[in-house]
């Protein structure tokens, strides 16, 4: 799905390379295979957690009219991972926590919205491909068949969002910034379960 318009093709193009190493990580690797265990799945959903706890809560609290354009069901799903973590039985893991740095304005928001939103496409393939533990998906999951059409309308709303060049070069660092997050994040839970697998 290409040509959307602008500021989807500046984001995706500065953040394909990021998808493709993000591909690489063991972890997500294993999951889309289907060959994670299920507390390598916990730790992973764990940094997941740790991720849209605090950018949830920082989005609500410092870009509430972003919250309301985009709508608001687009920031809960600190429940699902929630309802998730406790179905596998496993709180959150303490030692993986570490929030994502709170975006400074709203074009960066946007470019984090995207990263999040954007995500959802990679969950509806995986929860569609039966690989998931069956009892604890809800996260990946996402909107389910809604998935697209809520896509294609968080893309028209980024581009009425960042309407010029300062503001996409804003929010592609952004999206640049969240990618390296769960890049960094996923690595070190990657390291620890697959000693020496990852660097
Ligand atoms: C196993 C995990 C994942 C799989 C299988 C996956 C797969 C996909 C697929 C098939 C697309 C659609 C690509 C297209 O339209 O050409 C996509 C898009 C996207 N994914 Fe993932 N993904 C995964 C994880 C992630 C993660 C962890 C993130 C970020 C945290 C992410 C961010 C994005 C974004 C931003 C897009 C939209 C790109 C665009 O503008 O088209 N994905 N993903």
Redesign the pocket.
């Given at each position: 799905?290409q040509g959307m318009g602008e500021a989807?093709d500046d984001?995706?193009q500065a953040?394909t390379a990021a998808?493709r190493r993000?591909?690489e990580n063991p972890l997500?690797a294993g999951?889309?295979a289907g060959t994670l265990s299920e507390a390598d799945y916990a730790r992973m959903l764990s940094a997941y957690l740790a991720f849209y706890q605090a950018w949830e809560e920082q989005m609500k609290a410092n870009f509430p009219d972003l919250v309301e354009l985009a709508g608001p069901e687009r920031f809960l799903k600190t429940h699902w991972l929630l309802k998730d973590l406790t179905a596998l039985g496993s709180p959150a893991d303490p030692r993986i926590s570490g929030s994502p740095a709170t975006p400074s304005n709203r074009a960066r928001a946007a470019g984090s919205l995207?990263?999040?939103?954007?995500?959802t496409?990679?969950?509806m393939?995986?929860s569609r491909s039966g690989k998931l533990p069956a009892h604890a998906h809800r996260f990946f999951e996402g909107y389910g068949a809604e998935t697209m059409p809520k896509w294609k309308a968080l893309i028209e709303l980024l581009e009425a969002l960042l309407p010029d060049e300062e503001s996409r070069r804003e929010a592609a660092e952004e999206?640049s910034a969240?990618?390296a997050w769960?890049q960094h994040r996923l690595a070190q839970i990657a390291s620890a379960c697959f000693r020496g697998a990852e660097d």
């Open positions: 799905m989807r984001l995706r953040t998808h993000l591909d997500v999951l889309a995207y990263v999040v939103e954007g995500s496409i990679g969950g393939h995986l999206a969240t990618f769960f």
